[in-house]
């Protein structure tokens, strides 16, 4: 019998989700809610009982999620403890709720099924990356989100998102979603150019996928400006991604 998997792409304004097989054809139309806020970790667990509950029976969950992740403990999420969702003030309590909280083993056990808990930047590049060469992946989305492979390995996740630019802000302030309604696509485009003429020395990278909800909103200009060695990926992959992701 085919192994099946509950693939859930976990963002600051929806949450996605569909089965697939080994072969990661997808069993079912992928289900999106709107994140619900605020949203403590009982919260996203019920609501990832509620998705599954409307798809395919799985054998085993991915889940991408926003932020810090380490061997399936939350570190730390930059969206889940805003009780008003994104670019809203931060709660303590949520933050406290959230900072070492174990998802993968607290979905296990909710679910009854092996659960792989990365950072959703990562399962989006699992979808996607060649395994060969040094590839890096950037998802843009409500934020800014990174993952890096070498030889199709999976690196240590860093937080790219956080890294100042421009002195007073942060690449997830400065590229993400509420920026580019400000800015327009046009204006937002130019700066995902500037990042990525930033980014490349310092990755070197062999090949950059540019992802998430809002790389094809990239104007065409914009992408003969970037290089060959630059590619946009669908943002399906947040959810395809989710089989190969075992294999890392």
């Known amino acids: 019998m085919a192994l099946m998997t509950l693939s859930i792409d976990c963002g600051g304004l929806s949450i996605k ?7 990661g054809t997808m069993h079912a139309n992928p289900i ?16 990832i009982s509620e998705i599954a509950a409307q ?7 991915t889940v991408g999620f926003p932020g810090m992740i380490r061997h399936g403990v939350v570190v730390f999420t930059p969206h889940y403890i805003n009780p008003k969702g994104p670019r809203t003030k931060a ?15 607290a979905i296990s056990a909710r679910m009854g099924v092996p659960t792989l808990v990365l950072n959703d930047a990562e399962v989006h590049g699992a979808g996607v990356i060649s395994g060969t060469g040094f590839e890096v ?14 030889g199709g390995k999976l690196a240590p996740h860093i937080e790219l998102s ?10 997830d302030t400065w590229i993400g979603e509420h920026e580019r309604r400000r800015l ?24 950059l996928y540019l992802g998430g909800g809002n790389s094809n909103r990239l104007k065409p200009s914009t992408l ?11 943002n399906a992959a947040g959810i395809t991604g989710g089989v190969r992701a075992w294999t890392f």
């Open 17 to 23: 989700a569909s089965v697939l097989d080994e072969a």
């Open 32 to 47: 999106a809610v709107p994140t619900p806020y605020p949203l403590s970790p009982e919260k996203l667990l019920q609501t």
């Open 55 to 61: 798809l395919p029976k799985a054998d085993r969950i």
């Open 91 to 105: 709660d303590p309590d949520l933050a406290k709720a959230w900072g070492g909280f174990d998802l993968q083993s």
């Open 137 to 150: 992946v950037l998802t843009l989305g409500t934020g800014l989100g990174c993952a890096v492979f070498d």
């Open 162 to 171: 956080h890294a100042p630019i421009r002195r007073s802000t942060s690449y």
């Open 184 to 207: 327009g696509d046009s204006f937002w485009s130019r700066r995902v150019r500037d990042m990525v003429a930033d980014l490349r020395p310092v990755f070197h990278w062999d090949r």
């Open 224 to 234: 003969k400006s970037l290089g060959d060695d630059v590619v946009i990926v669908p």
